[in-house]
């Protein structure tokens, strides 16, 4: 630790003393100049964040001052899910609006590779990024979700016999 005054090297024993309103860490010989001495009150912590509300904690370069940084998590909406073509649709809307990529990305604050990956099918946007592209480009991505197609249950077929069939066909044979 160093004076604030003189900036010689403290040793030992820092004297903090108030020299003409400011309050000082300083040596022996600075501490002559001060009127009183002072004393750091602990700080209490105090908590920021919303109990729902993730946050980072995030470490200043001037020692350890925690600061609190909001998370930003997009709600994902289940009942909803991405046109299987979204990528044409996309590309078609873009060159309908006369937008390059470069333009569009500019518009949405993304990169223009990101833009060419999605239009070519590498990359799916995600929520955020989909409700960026609908409200600039004036499309819909987002359609209902359609229920799974299962497939009808198969009948057996005369011909065809399984494991189970073959076993108790053998019991019955040899039964007899």
Not at 27 to 41: I, V
Not at 48 to 56: E, G
Not at 78 to 100: F, M, N, P
Not at 143 to 165: F, I, M, Q, R
Request: one cysteine or more; aromatic letters at 2%; glycine letters at 6%.
């Amino acid at each position: 630790m160093r004076c604030e005054v003189c900036g010689r090297k403290i040793h030992e024993n820092p004297n903090k003393v108030i020299i003409e309103g400011a309050k000082m860490t300083v040596c022996r010989e600075c501490a002559k100049h001060g009127t009183t001495t002072w004393s750091e009150a602990p700080k209490p912590k105090v908590e920021l964040q919303k109990p729902n509300l993730p946050s980072v904690v995030l470490t200043s370069n001037m020692g350890s001052i925690p600061i609190k940084k909001k998370v930003f998590q997009p709600k994902v909406d289940t009942t909803q899910e991405i046109v299987e073509d979204y990528g044409e649709v996309i590309r078609q809307a873009r060159e309908k609006a006369g937008l390059s990529h470069e333009e569009l990305g500019k518009k949405i604050n993304e990169k223009e590779s990101l833009l060419r990956k999605i239009e070519t099918g590498k990359v799916a946007p995600n929520d955020l990024l989909v409700s960026k592209l609908e409200h600039i480009l004036k499309i819909k991505l987002l359609v209902p979700v359609s229920e799974e197609k299962t497939p009808p249950k198969t009948t057996k077929v005369a011909n065809e016999l399984t494991l189970g069939d073959i076993i108790q066909f053998d019991k019955k044979n040899k039964g007899s």
